[in-house]
């Protein structure tokens, strides 16, 4: 078998290199994964930041794109009162806004004294200035120039624009937002947005500068603090601190082993920015929470593979143990034919010679005749009756059987074949039972030429014991033979498995074991055996004791 086990060498080696290859693909995509999440993670801290930036001024947009309109929809006729009023809902829902100036303004010629907020027909007839203090709007009537240069850069615009405006068309967003508001640093100033009628009396009230008439707009500068923005850190995973700084903030002395990025926010708010900082540690636990999935189902595959290598391992281990048995099977079996065959060929010589034989000649070379062919057909008969019982073509015939003659016929049978099998029986609570009494003949047979076979020379001992059990009779068969390895006890039960020692070297093909398997399963029971090298084995039978 020199070839086989270089076979079984050859096919483990390729089992040992693919195990090897799968476990160096698996460290390698581990490595390849988890370099991947953390650049993964990484880019994520640079580009994540826009989310937060878009949840924090989100307050903002709203409050330019959606509130200040709401001033338009006064048409100029907003005063102290109303605006005080306007000022507390903004307060209230836009706690960055600081502080509101109120701008009651009036375009025609002054009926008095020139103000001194006069811009060609634009002036300034009161300033409020708004604060929330204690919960409640204090407003406060302001007659300081602070805040003058917001009113001249709003006056001139609006001024340019009644003069150049289209009062054929609705004016677009481009020139109301370039007309109408003032985006300064912490600072908006808008301007209520008039009609295209109000824009034609206008032009005509300039037109006509000794007009007495006059109409009303409304200005409103309202006053941000970046620093009262709720910062909205929608990815703490990636982000440990989110503040908000001056652009110009750039800390000299950045803590090791920390990593920052800023993004600046925009509008009114174009002097700061949100400096957003983690600990490498912070992103490292990031990292590892993202990888466990991943190296999970790497890890799955992996022992997924490593099952197909098993099961493969296993499929040949098997296949190459069938070829093993189905080898000796053949070598055996054709020994048992040769050896019976050659005989009868050299009597039938011998009886076909010319030489005259003898009576005592003739009826030796007919009785050597007579047991081969006994012999192989025994072997050819043993083989069938397997082969029906694994088709399950055999009906079992039961009957009554008297246990005490049935045992002591196949004792007194063994005893005249082999006069030096020392054989005992004992029969416990039973005597009679039923069941087929040729197939449990075979199986009595098998075990005690086994029993004999196997025993060294004048220990040749089998000793049966019946008995009893519930509904079961048990048949037990104790010799004191060779014996077998623990590992083996398991095999012996198999199609053409046969234990390497002095007693099984001719004769066995691995067939009288596991026909008394058959036999015994085929009728409804089990057998096992226990057994010690060199202290002998214990066959134990168990049937179902039906009437």
Known sequence: MKGEKNIYRKNFSLIIAFIVLITVSLIVAVIIAYNLTAKYVENEFASKK????????????????????????????????????????????????????????????????????????IWVKAIYRYKLKRGSVSGLKDITSVYESDFKEMAAKLGN????????????QDEIFKTFYDVKPDKISYLNIPRREDIKNYRALFNNKQSPAFYKQNM?????DAHMLNVKNSHPELYQQVTIQPVVYDPLDVEGGKIFTEVPLPGAFSNFK??????????????????????GIVLMIYFFLLLISWLIFRNLNINLKVFKLQYD??????HEFKTPVSVIKIAGS???????????QRRHYGKILDEEADKLNDLMNKLLSFTQLENRSINVHREEINLKSFVKGYIDTFKIK???????????????????????????????ENAYKYSHPGKKELAIHIKQEKHKLVFAFADKGIGMAKAEQGDVFKKFYRIENQYNQNGSVGLGLAFCKELVNF?????????????????????????
Not at 72 to 78: E, I, P, R, V
Not at 81 to 105: E, K, M
Not at 283 to 292: G, Q, S
Request: glycine share 6%; aromatic share 14%; no cysteine.
């Open 220 to 224: 409103m500068t309202f006053l941000l």
């Open 418 to 448: 082999y006069p030096d099998f020392n054989l005992s029986y004992e029969i416990e609570g039973v005597d009679h039972f039923y069941s087929d009494q040729v197939l449990l003949g075979s199986v009595f047979q098998n075990l005690m």
């Open 50 to 121: 826009i989310e937060v930036l878009e949840q924090t001024i989100k307050p903002y947009y709203d409050f330019f794109e959606i509130k200040i309109p709401e001033i338009t929809s006064y048409q100029g006729f907003l005063d102290s009162t109303s605006a005080a009023n306007y000022s507390a809902t903004v307060f209230r829902s836009y706690p960055f806004v600081r502080r509101v100036l109120f701008y009651d303004i009036q375009i025609g010629k002054p009926a008095a004294k020139p103000p001194v907020h006069n811009i060609e027909g």
């Open 350 to 360: 011998n009886l076909r010679g010319d030489a005259e034989l003898s009576e005592r």
């Open 523 to 547: 009728m409804g029971g089990d057998i096992s055996v226990n057994s010690k090298i060199n202290e002998g084995s214990t066959f134990v039978v168990t049937l179902p004791l039906e009437n």
């Open 329 to 334: 099977f053949i070598n055996n079996f054709t």
């Open 161 to 172: 624009f009644i003069a150049v405006a289209d009062t054929a068309r609705v004016p677009t």
């Open 274 to 295: 949100l400096y957003f900082s983690s600990a490498s540690s912070h992103l490292k636990r990031e990292i590892d929470r993202r990888f466990l999935p991943i190296g």
